[in-house]
């Protein structure tokens, strides 16, 4: 009698099996990676009710007590143990303690290439409570001053190689604000910290300074340029930096793995998600301070890299590099980043083996995330019951003549069916909060959208497009003020402000156009003379190139004699990006950047064409 029953039983459960693999393929999948998301909730509580509020420090210095001499950092050859970082940033903890009025909750700047020295400091001010602020190591001039007013620091730390563009701004500093460089001979005005910390003690720091009482104290400002124009210091509390520095081991990376970072500290992908999640996992960070193609392979392999962080355009370039012999002769098992098309993943998982790909998707200052922890081609994430029960998440109806979501007579905004284009929109309550900007609350207000489907509602706008089908979301566009260029936003307000300083310059209109076989958008100007005033092509070079990171400059430009406006007074855009660059659809005068000659050059016909054939780099 038992043999016929156990005979229907397994019967049942391999038909069981079968119909969820062919109804249900990604069960299993989503039912272990939310187990994981409910269980790291559930331990943060956990701490929360103990009293025991444990930051990605508090988490660091386990680690170089558990730990003390395994590898944290290798760069350029030479490698930083936890006990050697711990150490080092009880340094710099030490001298602000001695050497200047720093307190708990206190900003400090921080202006630092990739190096190990960006973290000793970063944890030496965290070891103190200050809130640490992150500057784009790129900016210059006004752009930096302006990032710095804007998060009202007490000091600015700089990075060796960054001294000379902080000196160009020494004196319009805000007077309270000490500068210090990371270099033994400074030019007057900063102080050495590199100097004081050679006679400086590496005791640990009392608990007391950095102990926090709330996760959702502020403890960096990020800067981002979001999707309303200029770059905006995003708050980011304890709980966001936990919650980020979860996801290499929500991923599946564990201690043993060594993660290749070459992506700017100064973002939260390179920060949070790189440095915090090898804090989390008590793993190895080999860090760089430069992408380089040419060297990412032999990296790998020189330091036997398991996991590398990326950006679309970061596999682009591996990919175009000449195909070499042993490309598949390596331990990396899993790159995990955001941006990468769909093609270009085909290619690099085809030419450099069986490596998952774990693209992520979320916004610095954002309040939702996801993950596509199926390896899914093309896809930022999932969109099935599970997920909808953690993120609460829309894609609304988007005007694009008028560059706003769409909303009916009643002025509800609608959501858009599955396969159309969406403005992705998430909402804010008290499991989600939005935490905004620094600075003027105008700022955080223009992120948020108000009274969506019913009165009192309040949504965070991500300024992206999404598509949804039954199972997985897909990245569409960006929308805006914003697109995406090298891996980084450009803001196009601050850059049609440097354009328009030009004394023939009378309006300036910035946006991003698409260009075959690249990621993202080139930027793209257009603007009008004012009148009996003459185009200076080699003026507006320099003004650019002098006050904009190099991936900021407009790759083209277009002379018109008028802009449309929109309805609200806006510059149009639309019609301007639907246009392109290509001569022979506008009659308008076109150029093109030419850093060879120093200026900009006319767009012929021949440059177009060289342009699409890839011959010419952008």
């Given at each position: 009698?038992?043999?016929?029953?156990?005979?229907?039983?397994?019967?049942?459960?391999?038909?069981?099996?079968?119909?969820?693999?062919?109804?249900?393929?990604?069960?299993?999948?989503?039912?272990?990676?939310?187990?994981?998301?409910?269980?790291?909730?559930?331990?943060?509580?956990?701490?929360?009710?103990?009293?025991?509020?444990?930051?990605?420090?508090?988490?660091?210095?386990?680690?170089?007590?558990?730990?003390?001499?395994?590898?944290?950092?290798?760069?350029?050859?030479?490698?930083?143990?936890?006990?050697?970082?711990?150490?080092?940033?009880?340094?710099?903890?030490?001298?602000?303690?001695?050497?200047?009025?720093?307190?708990?909750?206190?900003?400090?700047?921080?202006?630092?290439?990739?190096?190990?020295?960006?973290?000793?400091?970063?944890?030496?001010?965290?070891?103190?409570?200050?809130?640490?602020?992150?500057?784009?190591?790129?900016?210059?001039?006004?752009?930096?001053?302006?990032?710095?007013?804007?998060?009202?620091?007490?000091?600015?730390?700089?990075?060796?190689?960054?001294?000379?563009?902080?000196?160009?701004?020494?004196?319009?500093?805000?007077?309270?604000?000490?500068?210090?460089?990371?270099?033994?001979?400074?030019?007057?005005?900063?102080?050495?910290?590199?100097?004081?910390?050679?006679?400086?003690?590496?005791?640990?720091?009392?608990?007391?300074?950095?102990?926090?009482?709330?996760?959702?104290?502020?403890?960096?400002?990020?800067?981002?340029?979001?999707?309303?124009?200029?770059?905006?210091?995003?708050?980011?509390?304890?709980?966001?930096?936990?919650?980020?520095?979860?996801?290499?081991?929500?991923?599946?990376?564990?201690?043993?793995?060594?993660?290749?970072?070459?992506?700017?500290?100064?973002?939260?992908?390179?920060?949070?998600?790189?440095?915090?999640?090898?804090?989390?996992?008590?793993?190895?960070?080999?860090?760089?301070?430069?992408?380089?193609?040419?060297?990412?392979?032999?990296?790998?392999?020189?330091?036997?890299?398991?996991?590398?962080?990326?950006?679309?355009?970061?596999?682009?370039?591996?990919?175009?590099?000449?195909?070499?012999?042993?490309?598949?002769?390596?331990?990396?098992?899993?790159?995990?980043?955001?941006?990468?098309?769909?093609?270009?993943?085909?290619?690099?998982?085809?030419?450099?083996?069986?490596?998952?790909?774990?693209?992520?998707?979320?916004?610095?200052?954002?309040?939702?995330?996801?993950?596509?922890?199926?390896?899914?081609?093309?896809?930022?994430?999932?969109?099935?019951?599970?997920?909808?029960?953690?993120?609460?998440?829309?894609?609304?109806?988007?005007?694009?003549?008028?560059?706003?979501?769409?909303?009916?007579?009643?002025?509800?905004?609608?959501?858009?069916?599955?396969?159309?284009?969406?403005?992705?929109?998430?909402?804010?309550?008290?499991?989600?909060?939005?935490?905004?900007?620094?600075?003027?609350?105008?700022?955080?207000?223009?992120?948020?959208?108000?009274?969506?489907?019913?009165?009192?509602?309040?949504?965070?706008?991500?300024?992206?497009?999404?598509?949804?089908?039954?199972?997985?979301?897909?990245?569409?566009?960006?929308?805006?003020?914003?697109?995406?260029?090298?891996?980084?936003?450009?803001?196009?307000?601050?850059?049609?402000?440097?354009?328009?300083?030009?004394?023939?310059?009378?309006?300036?209109?910035v946006y991003g156009v698409a260009v075959s076989g690249y990621e993202g958008k080139a930027g793209m100007a257009s603007i009008i003379l004012k009148p009996n005033k003459s185009l200076d092509l080699k003026a507006f070079y320099e003004q650019v190139v002098a006050s904009l990171p190099a991936y900021a400059c407009p790759r083209f430009l277009r002379i018109q004699e008028k802009m449309e406006m929109t309805g609200t007074f806006k510059l149009q855009k639309y019609q301007l990006v639907e246009d392109g660059f290509n001569p022979l659809k506008i009659s308008d005068p076109l150029y093109l950047l030419d850093n060879v000659g120093k200026s900009y050059v006319p767009l012929t016909k021949e440059l177009y064409d060289q342009i699409m054939l890839g011959e010419i780099k952008l």
């Open positions: 009698m038992l043999l016929p029953w156990l005979t229907g039983l397994g019967t049942g459960m391999v038909f069981l099996h079968f119909v969820q693999k062919l109804l249900f393929p990604y069960f299993w999948d989503d039912f272990c990676f939310l187990l994981k998301v409910v269980l790291n909730g559930f331990r943060v509580k956990r701490y929360q009710q103990r009293g025991e509020l444990v930051t990605v420090l508090d988490k660091f210095l386990i680690q170089a007590e558990r730990h003390p001499r395994k590898p944290f950092i290798i760069y350029e050859g030479d490698t930083y143990t936890y006990q050697d970082v711990d150490r080092r940033s009880s340094r710099v903890a030490h001298v602000f303690l001695n050497h200047s009025s720093l307190k708990k909750g206190d900003t400090v700047a921080l202006l630092m290439s990739n190096e190990p020295d960006f973290v000793h400091v970063w944890f030496g001010l965290a070891k103190l409570g200050c809130v640490v602020a992150f500057l784009n190591s790129n900016i210059r001039s006004a752009s930096l001053l302006s990032c710095i007013r804007t998060c009202g620091p007490k000091a600015l730390v700089v990075g060796a190689d960054l001294i000379e563009a902080v000196e160009e701004i020494l004196l319009e500093l805000p007077k309270d604000v000490s500068v210090w460089g990371m270099k033994d001979c400074v030019p007057q005005g900063i102080i050495s910290l590199k100097e004081k910390l050679s006679a400086s003690s590496d005791k640990p720091v009392p608990r007391r300074h950095h102990l926090v009482s709330n996760l959702k104290t502020t403890c960096l400002y990020i800067f981002t340029s979001g999707t309303t124009g200029l770059p905006k210091a995003a708050v980011i509390t304890q709980l966001q930096a936990i919650k980020s520095s979860a996801g290499l081991w929500a991923f599946g990376c564990t201690a043993d793995d060594i993660v290749y970072t070459t992506l700017p500290l100064y973002h939260s992908a390179g920060a949070l998600v790189g440095i915090g999640g090898c804090v989390e996992l008590g793993a190895t960070c080999v860090l760089r301070k430069k992408f380089s193609a040419s060297q990412f392979w032999s990296d790998c392999k020189k330091y036997n890299v398991t996991v590398f962080q990326y950006i679309g355009e970061l596999c682009r370039y591996l990919c175009k590099q000449p195909k070499m012999e042993g490309e598949k002769d390596h331990q990396v098992r899993l790159a995990i980043g955001n941006g990468i098309r769909s093609d270009v993943w085909r290619q690099f998982i085809d030419r450099f083996g069986n490596i998952k790909m774990c693209e992520l998707y979320g916004a610095t200052e954002g309040n939702i995330c996801f993950m596509n922890h199926t390896g899914k081609i093309g896809a930022v994430g999932r969109t099935n019951f599970f997920y909808r029960l953690f993120f609460k998440f829309e894609l609304i109806k988007y005007d694009f003549q008028k560059d706003e979501p769409m909303r009916n007579e009643q002025n509800w905004c609608s959501c858009v069916k599955k396969g159309e284009p969406g403005l992705l929109i998430s909402r804010v309550n008290a499991r989600s909060p939005f935490f905004g900007y620094a600075g003027p609350y105008k700022h955080t207000h223009k992120k948020l959208l108000f009274d969506v489907f019913k009165k009192g509602d309040v949504y965070f706008n991500t300024g992206d497009l999404m598509v949804q089908d039954q199972d997985f979301l897909y990245f569409w566009d960006r929308i805006g003020d914003t697109f995406r260029w090298k891996g980084e936003n450009v803001a196009t307000t601050e850059v049609a402000e440097v354009i328009g300083m030009l004394d023939f310059i009378q309006e300036a209109n």
